[in-house]
């Protein structure tokens, strides 16, 4: 079956520390997506990429970077630079254009210590 | 800014309720999407729609473009519907969807 996998589940790094958590689909879409999900407020997107070896800074990329060398993949790394990077973190991908809508991967929440 | 408003933010029904969660956004879209995430974290799509009306299962998701709003309704609830239920819409012809912050839906039996 087609989906996208987000590892790990949960991420446990100390302060000062870069992490890169994990996105993979084999769903053969082109768009892959990066948000953060904070408590009470709605997903706010990192990083965008529409095409390999492209992407697009979101609203709150400060503190993140992405990497897009294979369609399949498209890892996020929160850098020390992040000033409060403990949150739950969705990986999403998409066909180009509508009618498509997002495929979601289960997402890796982030404590950092 | 944001595009994507949704109300109640919270709601609680008891079992067997009928179940009503509003969105509505204040430009131009081109598809609106339904989602629910569950306790785990989770999200998984419900419908899609750019018109009209979508029926699945005790789901049923309406859209009057005009007014830019849309309805998700929940018939004969159940503990099991108990999730947020998220709306999120895609500005023209973009691959990029606007988020709503969400509904809490929990159904007691």
């Not at chain 1, 897009?68 to 949150?87: G, H, Y």
């Not at chain 2, 079992?15 to 969105?23: A, K, W, Y």
């Not at chain 2, 004969?76 to 947020?84: K, M």
Request: net charge positive; aromatic share 10%.
């Amino acid at each position: 079956d087609g989906g996208i996998t987000q590892s790990p589940k949960y991420l446990f790094r100390k302060e000062g520390q870069n992490v890169t958590l994990s996105c993979e689909q084999n769903l053969n879409h082109d768009a892959m997506y990066w948000y953060r999900q904070d408590p009470g407020q709605g997903l706010r997107l990192i990083y965008y990429s529409q095409i390999v070896n492209d992407f697009q800074k979101g609203d709150i990329a400060e503190g993140y970077s992405v990497s897009r060398e294979k369609k399949e993949s498209f890892p996020l790394t929160v850098t020390s630079a992040q000033k409060n990077p403990t949150a739950f973190y969705l990986c999403a991908s998409s066909r180009q254009g509508p009618p498509y809508g997002y495929t979601f991967g289960s997402g890796t929440r982030l404590t950092v210590v | 800014k944001n595009e994507v408003e949704q109300s109640p933010q919270n709601l609680t029904a008891q079992e067997g309720e009928f179940i009503t969660i509003n969105c509505s956004y204040s430009v131009g879209i081109s598809a609106l999407h339904w989602l629910q995430q569950h306790p785990g974290g989770g999200i998984v799509s419900l419908f899609m729609l750019s018109s009209g009306k979508k029926k699945h299962g005790r789901l049923i998701a309406t859209i009057n473009i005009q007014e830019k709003h849309s309805s998700l309704h929940i018939t004969a609830s159940h503990p099991r519907d108990s999730a947020v239920y998220i709306c999120a819409v895609r500005l023209g012809t973009g691959n990029q969807f606007y988020f709503g912050t969400g509904t809490s839906l929990t159904v007691i039996p």
